[in-house]
């Protein structure tokens, strides 16, 4: 039997307005235990999930200003899924489709300067471009520098972190990151908001833009043609 895969979208807040400004699509995949997410990302069909976010964006329709989308290496270098990406912003208009290009590393290693082009086009659609994750793993200041002219948004997680928000030294981090969006005019993201004190730290280094189970859990977007079992999440 082939893998299942379906996207659930957990709302972006701006807390400046008390409102919902955009949705991330997040993959989880359908075992005998209900959907969870897929032991690897990589090795999922490209094709499979280009046909899957075409569908899924139609049925989203224009609920908000931004949807966002993880967008590997791997997948931003692949024909069918670039057009995929395409057809999928042309179904949401004008509601904006946020590529958020993630560190993931696939089978093949791409250096920086060959995605510029790729991420240039998408912008050209109408698109806008997200660094996810900045400030851990790979994604220093240093290795997104090349990007950070391209991009409309940074997304700084929380969850990566063993510390929590209280951290002398995860807040310096977050308050730089606060900084550089500030230069190049960028909204800056706040994922991993869990609870009423993330929250109010989050108003204190003033933070607008959030995302976390705290203002709304991954909801899924089912299909038409979806067992009852599939829904019952």
């Known amino acids: 039997m082939k893998p299942i895969y379906r996207y659930f979208v957990q709302p972006q807040i701006d807390v400046r307005t008390h409102s919902i400004f955009g949705y991330e699509l997040l993959i989880k995949q359908w075992t005998p235990d209900g959907w969870r997410l897929p032991e690897s990302f990589v090795d999922i069909d490209l094709n499979v999930n280009a046909k ?5 964006t139609k049925i989203l329709g224009k609920k908000v200003q931004y949807c966002s989308v993880n967008v590997s290496r791997e997948q931003l270098m692949d024909t069918q899924m670039a057009k995929a990406i395409i057809k999928s912003q042309m179904q949401l208009y004008p509601t904006k489709l946020v590529v958020e290009l993630t ?10 300067s060959s995605l510029v082009p790729y991420l240039r086009n998408f912008m050209e659609h109408g698109m806008q471009i997200s660094l996810d ?20 948004e940074l997304k700084f997680a929380l969850q990566n ?6 951290d002398p030294n995860l ?3 977050l308050r730089a990151w606060k900084g550089i969006s500030t230069e190049y005019g960028q909204r800056l ?19 607008n833009f959030r995302q976390g189970y705290y203002y709304g859990k991954p909801q ?10 599939m829904k019952n999440i």
Do not use: M
């Open 52 to 56: 899957l976010l075409v569908e899924t």
């Open 103 to 112: 560190e993931e590393q696939g089978p093949q290693q791409y250096c920086d």
């Open 161 to 166: 972190f063993r510390s929590n928000i209280e």
């Open 171 to 173: 807040r310096e981090k």
């Open 189 to 207: 993201i706040l994922e991993g908001i869990e609870d009423s004190e993330d929250d109010e730290i989050s108003n204190k280094l003033g933070i």
């Open 133 to 152: 994750d900045v400030g851990t793993g790979d994604n220093s200041f240093d290795s997104v520098r090349s990007f950070l002219p391209l991009a409309s």
């Open 220 to 229: 899924l977007l089912p299909l038409i043609g979806d067992s009852n079992e």
